[in-house]
């Protein structure tokens, strides 16, 4: 049995490398960086921050990956309290009420991928719905119109996010870093050699899982066709002094943007006494980083009033084409960059063509790449479960 190589540390390289050493081959896993995770990383010192807003799901096929392994790190669920909604400038703690017969109308209607998510929602409910839902999905699409997008892609993520009770999103306690050392943890105990700080200039012999960003990954396959839409958001995290009665959540339904009191379910985010707050805006086409950074404060201004004058630490940060794929109309994850590439090498991670919410599709592209690969190196335990579907 053949070595089997996987580049890049990040979720879905930290996945492959414990599945293909679980299914008997051996394993090397290289990473640029001094530590691995990627962008699943929390930044060290007194506010641990990720890279972006990072939760779990409950409810996915990743958890119960976790589960099984007993890799599960401790984890917090979402505060009960402390919501609030933008719409149509105004700041308000409950939803328009008369939007919730209509919404409640397309919560069981299979969406199609042919048409955008605006379209199809105002052929059944009305323009002024349609709008607000649309918004209401930047929270996980990091898109400026999610309305534009392929309805099968947006509707049952926005069901399973955000009208699915009980909530199934939950917090890993300390940041993602713990859910990083857990399977780093893992990863050593199965014997993987791990090489840290290994930038790779070109493919090593196959079998190969590639699992790093897909830019990288177009450069190293010399693919220009390995490229996919994602997100384009300006990211605030910001340190607050305490004070009671600061919103868990805002969810901006005029803009897509989206705040959220990170140190509310863990107050190990942030010191004592103080809070730390996670916000994205998503950025226009054509329009700057301060542009997008100032219609992102003025939402702040509107929900916290008070935050101007309590911040005490700031991080600002733009994600282009780092959250995950997006599926325009007429697309869907299948027609993502395949993670066969032929001759041994497969690819991994958050915008391959695998089905799943944001980090279960680098997890997902890691099973079958890893499948895939055990195959190709003749392991007996190749046979690893097949996909299935998730929104």
Known sequence: MSQITVVGGGIAGLTAAITCAEGGASVALLEAHDALGGRARSSEGPYKTNFGPHVLYKDGPLWGWLVERDL??????????????????????????????????????????????????????DERTAAALSAAAGVYTFHHDPGELSAAFVWPR??????????????????????????????RALGVTVQLGQRVEELPQTPVIVATELSQASELLGDDSVSWMSGHTLCLDVGLRRRRGDPFVVSDLDEAGWIERFSAPDRTLAPKGEDLVQAQMPVRPGESADQAAARLERLMDASMPTWRERETWRRRQVMDGRSGALDAPGTSWRDRPAVDRGDGVFLAGDMVAAPGLLSEVAWASALEASRLALEKAGSAGGAQPRLREVA
């Open 158 to 187: 926005t069901v399973r996010t955000l009208f699915s009770p009980p909530p199934a999103a939950r917090y890993v306690i300390g940041g993602w870093n713990a859910l990083v050392a857990s399977l780093e943890a893992r990863v």
């Open 72 to 125: 599960l790190p401790r984890y917090a669920g979402i505060p009960l309290a402390g919501i609030k909604l933008r719409w149509q400038g105004e700041v308000r703690r409950t939803p328009p009420l008369g939007m919730l017969p209509s919404v409640l109308r397309l919560r069981g209607r299979e969406a199609p991928i042919d048409l955008d998510f605006r379209s199809w929602a105002a052929s059944h409910t």
